[in-house]
Structure formats: C-alpha cells, structure tokens
C-alpha cells in the first residue's frame, strides 16, 4: 500500500496535468473556429477549380497536344503519395488515421508491381511512416514555424512537386489528408492531384465533360498558368482541411483527458481518505490496546 505521501504527490501530478489539458483544450478550441472557416471557405473554390480541370481532362482525353499536367505521362509506373499530417501530436488518433489510409494506399500500389515515392509534409507522419517505409520517403517538408497557412505555404510544396513531374521522377501524385467533417469526425481522405482526374456524371445529372471552355487570349498560355495553380489550390485545400481537423481532434481528444484526469483525481481521493481512515483506526486500536494492558 502506498504511503500518503505517495497518494498525495500522485494527486497533486494528476492536477498540474489537468489544468495543462484543460488550457490546451480551450486553446484547440479558440483555433477551431478560425481553422474550420478557412476550410470551409476554400472547398467551393477548390472544388469548382477541380470540377474545371476534370472536366478538360476527359474532352482532352486522347490529344497528343494536351499538357501532361492534364492528361500525364502515360504511365502509372512510378506514383508520388503526399502524406500531410501534423507536426505536433496530442491530437488523438488524426495522424494515425491520416498515416493507416497513406499505408492502405501505398501497399496496395506496391502489391501492384509500382513504385513508390513518398512526400511527406508534417513531422508525424515521416516518424510513423519511416517504421516500415523509410526507403521510399523521398522529402519532408516541416511546418511548424507558421502560425497561420497562407497561400505562400502551399505554393512552395506545389513547385516542389511540380518541379519533380517536370524531371520526370514520377508519374501520379496522390495526396493523403483528413477532411474535416466536425470536432469529433475527421474522414481520411486520397485525392489525386496529377493528372487531373477525370469527371464522371452521375445518372441523370448533366455531364460536365459536355460543357465547351472558350479562352482568352490563348489555351495554351491559360492552362499554362491554370493547371499548376491547380495543384497548389488542392494542395492548399488539404493543409487547410488538416488544419481544422487537427485542432478539432485536439480539442476532443483534451476534453477526454481532462475527464479522465478527473476520474483518476477522485479514485485517487477514495484511496487516500481510505487509507489515511485505516491508519487513524490502527493507531486508535494501539492506543487502546495499550491502555487495557495497563
């Protein structure tokens, strides 16, 4: 049985460690509000871009004139997985779930008879993929510095990828993220960013590859400067999308902790009081004993 004392420094460590919980939990959620706005107000913008390019992927479908950027390489040889997650931890299960859907996606591939390459943009998820797939990370890219995404951000890992494709170091680029749905659902998600995937229809809904673009002044020089925009708004989508779900897991999984410190305050309590109670009664028992002895 422990001593008292013992009870007492063990409360007293649970305490300090839920008033560190409870200030990270009101932190994540002051964060949240502004993460989830900004994600929210990226996808219709991300999305109707994405819609766009799909759909001149499948009209170009075919072309030996179209960009690779739209159409590829014509090969699936060698495929590029984005693996974004976060650089700190404490957030529950965001970057494992994150990293079990980049490894679902990477040993399918492999299976498959491809190569893989690995870009990893967050510290996470390099620490847990480089356990069993160290040979094929290729780059990491760190952002613990910022404070606040900005385009900026985006835009350096999208030339970075697209200065790859131009050497031709891959053929398709995948990107692994969460897409933030609420505080307490973060759906992993792949989306490939190169090539363009190709819009399909539903039955019964009005075909976008039917749609007809006219440009101006010239085609080539638009998508010149539209598909690798493209790459860095989905890229810019993903880390916006990271960044609301890695604070709304963090905001849930600290109101967990601090519960569960609660918890183990008021069974460590029970305890104390019992034993501090069995003492009390031992001495009283000596005492007595002793005096009926007299």
Do not use: W
């Amino acid at each position: 049985m422990p001593s008292l004392k013992a009870f007492r420094n063990r409360i007293a460590s649970v305490k300090a460690t839920r008033k560190i919980t409870r200030a990270m939990q009101m932190v994540a959620a002051s964060k949240l509000k502004r993460a989830q706005d900004a994600a929210q107000a990226a996808r219709p913008y991300a999305e109707r871009m994405a819609a766009v390019i799909s759909s001149l992927a499948g009209s170009m479908a075919g072309n030996p004139g179209a960009p690779q950027l739209l159409t590829g390489t014509g090969s699936d040889r060698v495929h590029l997985v984005i693996v974004a997650t976060a650089d700190r931890g404490l957030c529950g299960g965001f970057n494992t779930n994150i990293v079990r859907r980049a490894r679902i996606l990477i040993d399918a591939l492999l299976n498959e008879g491809k190569e893989v390459k690995i870009f990893c943009v967050g510290r996470k998820g390099r620490d847990q993929l480089r356990r069993l797939y160290s040979r094929y990370i290729i780059d990491t890219v760190e952002l613990t510095g910022v404070k606040r995404l900005a385009f900026s951000d985006a835009l350096g890992i999208a030339r970075r990828v697209l200065d790859m494709y131009a050497d031709g170091q891959f053929d398709v680029a995948t990107i692994v993220y969460a897409r933030f749905k609420s505080v307490i659902s973060q759906e992993p998600t792949a989306q490939r960013l190169i090539p363009a995937p190709v819009e399909i229809a539903p039955p019964g809904a009005q075909a976008a590859v039917g749609i007809v673009y006219d440009y101006e002044p010239d085609e080539a020089e638009i998508l010149a400067h539209l598909l690798p925009r493209n790459v860095a708004v989905q890229i810019f989508r993903a880390l916006l999308e990271n960044a609301a779900s890695e604070q709304g897991a963090r905001m849930s999984a600290m109101d967990s902790a601090t519960r569960n410190a609660g918890e183990v305050i008021d069974r460590l309590t029970l305890q104390y009081n019992r034993s501090r109670q069995a003492m009390i009664t031992k001495e009283l028992i000596e005492i007595i004993s002793g005096a009926e002895a007299i």
